[in-house]
């Protein structure tokens, strides 16, 4: 093993402040082929990402650009969101998610993250163990929970930064390698194309509820008030750029639904209701119970009784799983997720591990195991 070098073994310059070095660093970004690319951003106060650096690296050079000095990143767009040069990143949906207000959808791609998947590491392997494993690099670990959005940066918060592309290109490199030998570099493609689609980094309001967790086993009632509640949350969270957190938490969430209160009294009782959500939302929130079309009062919960028959299902189906993964040498959780081979036996047609590389892979066997 050995250290990260230091910025000053290649061309760099940071950080970018002005438009005129903005336009030079986007002339020489046009010449390249390949582009490794990074953000930090903050969003612990907001819905929205706030980006507040991003860091780019190519053949023979790299930089940080801030765009708190440079609110206008025009001058990259087309050479971010478009042929010829692939944009590499590790873990990129919420890197994606910060640079499209900004610059637009980035694109081609390739995701370090996924690459490594499909070539047998852990299917949420993080970079810097990524980079010690294929490149036999200890990166520094100080500046993880630094606060991006103060200035000025220190040159060790810049270095860190930088740390986060220099190494993505030769990532790409042995990864890919990997997977030609494997013969899985279709798979990539597959999985690369799906990240491509911009609506599939906002999160539907009508779909919000799926991430509240602790809300199952629910009766007819509870579930549309849940489904009600999430797409509320959402839709007001969007609305005013708070953390869904700060609207209304999980577990207030999990109160309502479960205790089904119908009077602003109802609602002060439930343990951690702040008074103000009750003055600035008490009403909507009550009009989503009355809507929900619960009995009073509501039905106590059933404890769902085990399925013996689907349970052996899925361990059926969880053993097809795991003995295809050990064969190909991968982590489970690449072909199929619980989740998914729960959608097998209740929405066949909605099950990803019926699609796409995944199908011929494992899906005709788990099939065949139903």
């Given at each position: 093993m050995h250290n990260a070098p230091h910025c000053t073994d290649r061309r760099t310059v940071h950080p970018v402040t002005t438009p005129a070095a903005l336009g030079a660093i986007a002339g020489e970004l046009a010449t390249q082929r390949a582009i490794a690319l990074d953000t930090e951003f903050m969003r612990e106060r907001t819905y929205h990402p706030q980006l507040c650096l991003l860091q780019l690296a190519w053949a023979d050079g790299a930089t940080c650009i801030d765009p708190l000095a440079l609110p206008d990143l025009a001058p990259l767009r087309t050479v971010l969101t478009g042929a010829p040069a692939v944009k590499v990143l590790h873990a990129s949906r919420q890197d994606l998610e910060a640079l499209l207000p900004?610059?637009?959808?980035?694109?081609?791609?390739?995701?370090?993250?996924?690459?490594?998947?499909?070539?047998?590491?852990?299917?949420?392997?993080?970079?810097?163990?990524?980079?010690?494993?294929?490149?036999?690099?200890?990166?520094?670990?100080?500046?993880?929970?630094?606060?991006?959005?103060?200035?000025?940066?220190?040159?060790?918060?810049?270095?860190?930064?930088?740390?986060?592309?220099?190494?993505?290109?030769?990532?790409?490199?042995?990864?890919?390698?990997?997977?030609?030998?494997?013969?899985?570099?279709?798979?990539?493609?597959?999985?690369?194309?799906?990240?491509e689609d911009p609506a599939a980094l906002a999160v539907d309001?009508?779909?919000?509820?799926?991430?509240?967790?602790?809300?199952?086993?629910?009766?007819?009632?509870?579930?549309?008030?849940?489904?009600?509640?999430?797409?509320?949350?959402?839709?007001?969270?969007?609305?005013?750029?708070?953390?869904?957190?700060?609207?209304?938490?999980?577990?207030?969430?999990?109160?309502?639904?479960?205790?089904?209160?119908?009077?602003?009294?109802?609602?002060?009782?439930?343990?951690?209701?702040?008074?103000?959500?009750?003055?600035?939302?008490?009403?909507?929130?009550?009009?989503?119970?009355?809507?929900?079309?619960?009995?009073?009062?509501?039905?106590?919960?059933?404890?769902?009784?085990?399925?013996?028959?689907?349970?052996?299902?899925?361990?059926?189906?969880?053993?097809?799983?795991?003995?295809?993964a050990s064969e190909l040498g991968l982590s489970p959780e690449v072909l199929a997720t619980r989740r998914d081979l729960e959608q097998l036996l209740d929405r066949r047609d909605e099950c990803p591990a019926l699609r796409g590389w995944r199908r011929a892979a494992v899906g005709e066997r788990l099939l065949a195991a139903v």
């Open positions: 900004a610059i637009g959808m980035v694109r081609p791609l390739f995701d370090t993250q996924i690459a490594a998947a499909l070539a047998g590491e852990s299917a949420q392997i993080g970079y810097a163990e990524l980079v010690r494993r294929v490149l036999g690099i200890e990166l520094a670990k100080a500046h993880t929970r630094a606060d991006w959005s103060r200035r000025p940066l220190s040159a060790e918060q810049l270095e860190y930064a930088l740390d986060d592309v220099r190494h993505l290109l030769p990532l790409q490199a042995a990864l890919e390698a990997r997977l030609a030998a494997l013969g899985r570099l279709d798979w990539l493609a597959e999985e690369l194309a799906g990240l309001p009508e779909q919000a509820w799926r991430r509240i967790k602790g809300c199952g086993g629910l009766d007819p009632g509870r579930e549309r008030l849940l489904r009600a509640l999430g797409a509320w949350r959402e839709r007001r969270a969007i609305e005013r750029n708070l953390p869904r957190g700060w609207i209304l938490e999980d577990g207030l969430v999990r109160e309502i639904v479960l205790r089904v209160p119908r009077s602003r009294a109802a609602l002060a009782a439930l343990p951690g209701m702040p008074a103000g959500l009750i003055e600035r939302g008490g009403a909507q929130l009550l009009a989503l119970v009355q809507a929900a079309e619960i009995p009073d009062p509501a039905p106590a919960l059933a404890r769902p009784r085990p399925d013996a028959h689907r349970s052996a299902q899925l361990k059926r189906l969880t053993e097809v799983l795991r003995g295809t």
